[in-house]
C-alpha cells in the first residue's frame, strides 16, 4: 500500500520552495522568486500557505531601511519534506 | 513557475533535485578574502626569511601589513552580507571556526612577544641571565635574551586548521590539499633553521589560501559572466 502524498507539498511551486528552503538555513523572498521563476503574486500566496501548516517561517524586517522578506524551513517542514520524499522514492521503487 | 500544473512522482523528484542544483550554483564565494590573506601573509613570510638570510631590516615590521589587513577584511564581510540573499548553515559554524584562529593567532603573537622578556625579568630577579656558551670556547660569551626556538613552526601547524575545516565542510579540495601542504610544511618546519620556518610559512600561504583563492575568484567571474 502506497503512502498518500502529502497535498500541501504535491504542489509545482510549493515543491520548488521548500526544496530551495531544505538546503539552506534561510533564504530572502526575492531569492526564491528568481529561482523559482514564479511572480511575486503567485509566491506569496504559495508562501502564506505553506506558512499557516506550519511548514515554514515568514520573517518580515529592515534591512538598509527597505522591507526584507525572510523564509525559513520549520522542523515539522524539515519532516514533512523528508516523509515526502520518502512516499515518492515508494512509489518510483529508488 | 505555475503552481496549477499536476506533478508526476518522477516531475517531483526530478523538481525537487533541480531546486537543490539551483542553490549549489547560486552561490560562489567571490574569494577576496583568501586572496587577501594568503597575500599578506605570504609577503610578510617572504620579507622575513630575506631580512634574515640578507641580513637587512625594514624602517618598520613587515607583520603589520597583516594587520592592516583586518580593515579590508571588515568592509568585505559587511558588503557580503549586504549582498547575500541565502544564509546556509555551514556559515555560523565556519565563522566560528576563523573566529577562534584569529584569537589563537593573536593570542600566539601575544605570546611571542611577552614571554621572552617576562622570562628574562624572571631570571634576573633569580640572579641569572642566558648566555651563549661555544662548547670549543672560539667565540666569548654572550648574553642573549630568551626566546623560543622555531616559533614560527607553530603558526604554519596553526594555518592548517581552519583551512582543513572550511575545505572539509565547504568540500573545496584545493583548500583540504592547502591544510595538507601547511601539516607536512610544519613537520618540515621542525627540523629547520627559524630563517627557513618563514620561507615555508610563506608556501603555506599561499598553499592555504592564495591558491584555493584564485580558484575561488576565477570560478566566480565565470559564473558572474554565465549570469550576464
Known sequence: MFKELDPILHSQLRLAVMSLLISVKEAEF???????????GNLSVQVQKLKEVGYIDV???????????????????????????????????? | MSNEKHLS???????????????????????????????????ASFVSYLQLEYGFTLPFDIWWIVMCAIIPQ???????????????HEDAALNAVWLVYAITIFGLSFFQGTVPSAAEHIMQLNGSQLV??????????????????SFYSMYILIYGFPTLVTGMVKKFWPMTIGAIVAYLLFMISCFTETKYDFLLGGIAALACWFIPGIILRVRYLKQKRGNV
Open chain 1, 59 to 94: 520573517i518580515k524586517q529592515f534591512k538598509d531601511n527597505y522591507p526584507q522578506t525572510t523564509c525559513k524551513i520549520t522542523p515539522k517542514g524539515i519532516e514533512a519534506f523528508e516523509s515526502y520524499v520518502k512516499a515518492l522514492q515508494e512509489y518510483l521503487k529508488v
Open chain 1, 30 to 40: 526575492t531569492f526564491i522568486k528568481e529561482k523559482t521563476n514564479s511572480t511575486a
Open chain 2, 74 to 88: 571588515i568592509i568585505l564581510i559587511n558588503q557580503d552580507a549586504k549582498t547575500q540573499k541565502i544564509k546556509r
Open chain 2, 132 to 149: 651563549n656558551h661555544s662548547i670549543n670556547n672560539s667565540k666569548p660569551d654572550q648574553v642573549i635574551q630568551p626566546f623560543t626556538p
Open chain 2, 9 to 43: 512522482e518522477k516531475e517531483s523528484l526530478q523538481l525537487i533535485t533541480d531546486m537543490i542544483q539551483k542553490v549549489k550554483n547560486s552561490y560562489h564565494d567571490k574569494g577576496v578574502g583568501p586572496l587577501l590573506w594568503g597575500t599578506v601573509v605570504a609577503i
